[in-house]
């Protein structure tokens, strides 16, 4: 495709119980869209079936592109990556999950054609619709640490964390080549930078189900998470961003 209007981002890791559903589900919502638009799978260097899945899904439908990470490098990275390299006027990352049904790109894509920048949907906005909920325990983190992010780094953004975020092509060239963070802090280091560069951004309420495989850890990557809110104010004072 010499030209792309959409392009759809999954990071994937050791997905092979999860992912090819995504797949499917996307390729066949999209494919019934008059517009020209591309999937790109980044694979984090799976050990289980994933990238042979994958490789097997695209062989026999078109629009799919695969990227590889050599070793485990970190969904920050990964999406990172798929972002920089998508070729769509509009780029969107979503969990190989698919939390968010692929559909609610269509509450997004208005926001991104007439004058925003940055969509990101939230789960905890009014009108926000949550089939299955997190654990208490972890959605009481969510709380705390976005209510730290507010305080930190990004006033007036209620969910920084949920996977399911559109850019349209020039924040992502300006916004993507400036991230550090390889983690699962990404999200809010790219809207920190979304924010900088004065990118317009529009939090909207999605539907979501919550994924009993999720691989976030409760207490290692909320730490580590903590950290990066400190780092990336760090790296801002020291220029790191320029």
Same mark, same amino acid.
């Given at each position: #495709? $010499?030209?792309?209007?959409?392009?759809?981002?999954?990071?994937? *890791?050791?997905?092979? @119980?999860?992912?090819?559903?995504?797949?499917? $589900?996307?390729?066949? *919502?999209?494919?019934? %869209? =008059?517009?020209?638009?591309?999937?790109?799978?980044?694979?984090?260097?799976?050990?289980? =079936?994933?990238?042979?899945m994958i490789k097997n899904f695209a062989s026999s439908n078109k629009h799919i592109a695969i990227l590889i990470n050599e070793q485990n490098s970190g969904k920050g990275f990964s999406v990172r990556k798929g972002m920089l390299s998508a070729r769509g006027e509009y780029a969107f990352f979503t969990d190989a999950d698919l939390s968010t049904? +692929?559909?609610?790109?269509?509450k997004c894509l208005p926001y991104l054609i007439n004058g925003y920048d940055v969509v990101i949907g939230s789960r905890s906005m009014p009108g926000s619709d949550i089939l299955v909920h997190q654990p208490w325990y972890r959605e009481k983190m969510g709380k705390i640490?976005?209510? #730290?992010? =507010? #305080?930190?780094?990004? $006033?007036? +953004?209620?969910?920084t964390q949920c996977g399911f975020k559109g850019f349209k092509r020039e924040a992502v060239k300006s916004v993507f080549?400036?991230? @550090?963070?390889?983690?699962?802090?990404?999200?809010v280091e790219a809207l920190y930078l979304s924010r900088k560069y004065n990118f317009k951004i @529009?939090?909207?309420?999605?539907?979501?189900? =919550?994924?009993?495989?999720? $691989?976030?850890?409760?207490?290692?990557?909320?730490?580590?998470?903590? @950290?990066?809110? +400190?780092?990336? %104010?760090? %790296?801002?004072l020291k220029g790191d961003y320029r």
């Open positions: #495709m $010499k030209e792309c209007f959409l392009s759809v981002i999954i990071p994937a *890791y050791n997905e092979e @119980k999860r992912l090819l559903p995504t797949l499917s $589900k996307i390729y066949a *919502y999209l494919s019934t %869209k =008059n517009f020209p638009y591309e999937i790109i799978v980044v694979d984090d260097g799976s050990t289980d =079936n994933t990238l042979p049904p +692929i559909e609610e790109i269509e640490f976005n209510f #730290m992010v =507010n #305080m930190v780094l990004l $006033k007036g +953004i209620i969910d080549s400036r991230c @550090k963070i390889d983690g699962f802090s990404f999200d @529009k939090e909207i309420p999605i539907r979501w189900e =919550n994924s009993t495989l999720s $691989k976030v850890s409760p207490i290692k990557h909320s730490l580590q998470m903590f @950290k990066d809110l +400190i780092g990336i %104010k760090i %790296k801002d």
